[in-house]
């Protein structure tokens, strides 16, 4: 089974500029997480989509935003970059399978720099 | 809200020996899930090993075991027999058991523990 994918893999944007960010899951996965890294703050989470609905979502501006698609795949969008939101973002998938299993397969993150 | 403490910031081990990384949380929940994750200087974020809190045995995959004590609430990361490939970032995560399918989920992460494996 191929494994998260997210791209682009690299991205330079200016502030003020918006991104889009895509990730699709590991087949047969329904859930999709989003989590910014940086030095300072470590690993936070971002959101989770589930059925193509945010389920739970983290302490982070309305600039950031996301989307599911009825495949299962993700978008997560920045509006107005800031300096602050240079990170490595990872997105996880999901079995999301009631009783099964909730661990989350991650992958190889978008690198994104605002200058 | 759940807490995640790595105390080790860093910590050696030459290869073939065993090391233990050491992992605090604090939560008023009673279900959830304790992971292991590693993170390579490539930034894949790979899944080591997995506890379910209900589960009084303790996880194990290979070279890599946990100590997992509820009551303590401390869940620690044995690596036996370390090689190489193994030098990586380490992170202690928490995600409470999601009351039915359609509830949220999130991961909460420590500060991680960067190991290095010596030749």
């Known amino acids: 089974k191929a494994g998260v994918t997210q791209t682009p893999r690299y991205l330079i944007k200016t502030r003020g500029q918006q991104v889009t960010l895509s990730c699709s899951p590991i087949s047969g996965h329904r859930s999709v997480s989003w989590y910014q890294q940086t030095p300072g703050q470590g690993l936070q989470f971002l959101f989770e989509y589930f059925s193509e609905t945010q389920r739970n979502k983290g302490n982070f501006p309305g600039r950031f935003s996301g989307r599911q698609f009825s495949n299962s795949r993700s978008e997560m969008n920045v509006s107005t970059l800031e300096l602050g939101d240079s990170a490595l973002y990872l997105c996880a998938s999901s079995p999301r399978r009631w009783g099964l299993s909730y661990e989350q397969y991650f992958g190889p993150g978008t690198r994104l720099t605002v200058t | 809200a759940q807490t995640v403490t790595q105390s080790q910031p860093e910590m050696s081990v030459q290869e073939a020996e065993t090391v233990t990384l050491s992992c605090t949380y604090d939560?008023?929940?009673?279900?959830?899930?304790l992971f292991w994750y590693k993170q390579p200087p490539s930034r894949q974020m790979i899944l080591v090993i997995r506890?379910?809190?209900?589960?009084?045995q303790n996880a194990t995959e290979n070279r890599f075991s946990v100590n997992f004590q509820k009551a303590a609430k401390s869940f620690s990361l044995k690596i036996s027999d370390s090689q190489l490939g193994d030098t990586a970032m380490y992170f202690c995560?928490?995600?409470?058991?999601?009351?039915?399918?359609?509830?949220?989920?999130?991961?909460?992460f420590g500060e991680g523990t960067q190991l290095t494996v010596n030749p």
């Open positions: 939560t008023s929940e009673s279900n959830y899930y």
């Open positions: 506890q379910e809190a209900y589960k009084q």
């Open positions: 995560a928490f995600m409470k058991t999601a009351l039915e399918e359609t509830s949220g989920s999130r991961l909460t």
